[in-house]
């Protein structure tokens, strides 16, 4: 069971937008910065978004977050068959520990 | 480049211990908190540890903490994690990552297997 909770998976076809939802706490989200991971097939996670909707450098711009209290959200725009892969959200919680939420497929039809 | 290298895992009985060691290059080491995060076959990722710069400030899961030490020897550019008592749901790949100082978990290495079975 993970600290913060995400869809298990998600869908849509080229060119289309989606929104993968990450909820948590007052003492994870609430209080702290969300970041988001994308893990392509058979790789380590590479960091996508980091405090609540920073992109850094080579992150193309069809990526944003953004975070409203306990929860936080990422956008892709513009989906991409490259784009099919695991994204997760990440949080430090109050004692400075990280969590994470489950994880959602994301598929490209 | 940052670089980040982890060696050490294998297959290990319940109850022993293992030693994993992750090597950092392409970074000023000593000025950067380390953790180690790892992912169970075809599950989640799962923060287990981490250390500030100069292991002044130390953090562990729940499920592995009094089991785990994760260490640093910034002279070396590497950090560790000591697992002992190590268990079935232990088994997991381990991530050696490098927290940034406004970029979170921002380098990732790519991970060592640690298989605990009979």
């Known amino acids: 069971q993970s600290v913060l909770t995400q869809p298990p998976s998600a869908s849509g076809t080229p060119g289309q937008r989606v929104t993968i939802s990450c909820s948590g706490s007052s003492s994870n989200i609430g209080s702290n910065y969300v970041y988001w991971y994308q893990q392509l097939p058979g790789t380590a996670p590479k960091l996508l978004i980091y405090?609540?909707?920073q992109r850094p450098s080579g992150v193309p711009d069809r990526f944003s977050g953004s975070k409203s209290g306990t929860s936080a959200s990422l956008a892709i725009s513009g989906l991409r068959s490259e784009d099919e892969a695991d994204y997760y959200c990440a949080a430090w919680d109050d004692s400075l520990r990280g969590v994470f939420g489950g994880g959602t497929k994301l598929t490209v039809l | 480049e940052v670089q980040l290298v982890e060696s050490g895992g294998g297959l290990v009985q319940p109850g022993r211990s293992l030693r994993l060691s992750c090597a950092a290059s392409?970074?000023?080491?000593?000025?950067?908190?380390m953790h180690w995060v790892r992912q169970a076959p075809g599950k989640g990722l799962e923060w287990v540890s981490g250390?500030?710069?100069?292991?002044?400030?130390?953090g562990y899961a729940d499920s592995v903490k009094g089991r785990f030490t994760i260490s640093r020897d910034n002279a070396k550019n590497s950090l560790y994690l000591q697992m002992n008592s190590l268990r079935a749901e232990d088994t997991a790949l381990y991530y050696c990552?490098?927290?940034?100082?406004?970029?979170?978990?921002?380098?990732w290495g790519q991970g060592t297997l640690v298989t605990v079975s009979s």
């Open positions: 405090r609540n909707n």
């Open positions: 392409g970074f000023t080491f000593d000025d950067y908190a």
């Open positions: 990552v490098k927290r940034g100082f406004i970029t979170g978990l921002d380098y």
């Open positions: 250390i500030s710069w100069n292991s002044g400030s130390i």
